[in-house]
């Protein structure tokens, strides 16, 4: 079956989605979306609007072969991103991430990003499906990169929830051979209290499976947020820290399996509109 198929059928499956019982049930009221970041549900409520921007500042090897011999060859990355999610219904959440922008080493366009999440399953376990679309805008790799995914959410008592997401990502770039990988990210979080939670993420992830044992990427990372708001949430601060290349089994250097030099430290600041 040929990517684009599969992602219209997933949007149709959505859309037809929004007809079932759960998605005519009565509107949400905002009043009911949890303050606490364990309680929240996989989607949007109705009509409610999820606004964000982010600053990233990076750590990054700006030649590969450096590391080892000349630490000095790590260079510094700034990115600033932004990008909303709204609820369409209780079960239908789209996505945007279209300003993307690169501050250092270079200015550039970063990637744009559109997606939508449909929840099938609404219980202590909930269940979704989810497509998403990356446009790479690089001069050298300009392509696009297809994500089906099935998210899940556990909710672990009123204060842990444990998120995990099983996706085959499909690059496909200019002068290059079509790759297909694998996107497995996992995060636990646990609300110290209704206002703040701390949480741990990581990730396997393959881009190529041609190439699995250099390709093969674990990263680790730590985050964290404070919510301000009363019944539901109205603004939210959230730090994290990451190396997006901690573990590479795969390396050939043997000291380049775990590899903390690399890192990503950023702050989000996201908005919440219930209409």
């Known amino acids: 079956m040929r990517p684009s198929i599969l992602l219209a059928g997933l949007?149709?499956?959505?859309?037809?989605?929004?007809?079932?019982?759960?998605?005519?049930?009565?509107?949400?009221?905002?009043?009911?979306?949890?303050?606490?970041?364990?309680?929240?549900?996989?989607?949007?409520y109705t009509q409610g609007?999820?606004?964000?921007?982010?600053?990233?500042?990076?750590?990054?090897?700006?030649?590969p072969n450096a590391v080892k011999s000349a630490p000095q060859s790590l260079a510094t990355g700034l990115s600033i991103q932004g990008g909303a999610k709204?609820?369409?219904?209780?079960?239908?959440?789209?996505e945007a991430a279209l300003a993307q922008i690169q501050i250092l080493p270079k200015v550039a366009y970063g990637n744009p990003t559109l997606g939508a999440t449909?929840?099938?399953?609404?219980?202590?376990?909930?269940?979704?499906?989810?497509a998403r679309i990356s446009i790479v805008t690089a001069s050298d790799s300009a392509g696009?990169?297809?994500?089906?995914?099935?998210?899940?959410?556990?909710?672990?008592?009123?204060?842990?929830?444990l998120d995990f997401s099983a996706g085959l990502p499909l690059t496909v770039a200019r002068g290059q051979k079509t790759m297909f990988g694998l996107d497995l990210p996992l995060s636990l979080s646990l609300n110290m209290v209704d206002t703040f939670h701390l949480g741990v993420q990581s990730?396997?992830?393959?881009?190529?499976?041609?190439?699995?044992?250099?390709?093969?990427?674990?990263?680790l990372g730590f985050f964290a947020g404070l919510s301000i708001g009363t019944?539901?949430?109205?603004?939210?601060?959230?730090?994290?820290?990451?190396?997006?290349?901690?573990?590479?089994?795969?390396?050939?250097?043997?000291?380049?399996?775990?590899?903390?030099?690399?890192?990503?430290a950023g702050l989000a600041v996201r908005g919440y509109i219930f209409f």
Not at 14 to 41: C, I, K, M, N, V
Not at 49 to 62: K, N, T
Not at 203 to 219: E, K
């Open 11 to 44: 949007f149709v499956g959505a859309l037809l989605g929004t007809l079932s019982r759960d998605a005519r049930a009565g509107e949400d009221d905002p009043d009911d979306y949890p303050l606490a970041y364990a309680q929240r549900p996989l989607t949007l």
């Open 49 to 63: 609007l999820q606004l964000y921007l982010a600053g990233d500042v990076s750590r990054f090897v700006s030649d």
């Open 86 to 94: 709204y609820g369409i219904s209780k079960a239908l959440e789209v």
């Open 118 to 130: 449909f929840r099938l399953l609404n219980s202590t376990l909930e269940l979704g499906v989810r």
């Open 144 to 161: 696009i990169i297809l994500e089906p995914s099935v998210p899940m959410l556990v909710h672990i008592g009123k204060s842990m929830r």
């Open 203 to 219: 990730n396997v992830y393959i881009a190529d499976f041609s190439q699995l044992s250099t390709t093969l990427t674990v990263p």
């Open 231 to 264: 019944d539901h949430p109205i603004l939210e601060l959230g730090p994290s820290f990451t190396w997006p290349k901690f573990a590479q089994p795969g390396a050939t250097d043997p000291g380049g399996k775990i590899n903390t030099n690399v890192f990503t």
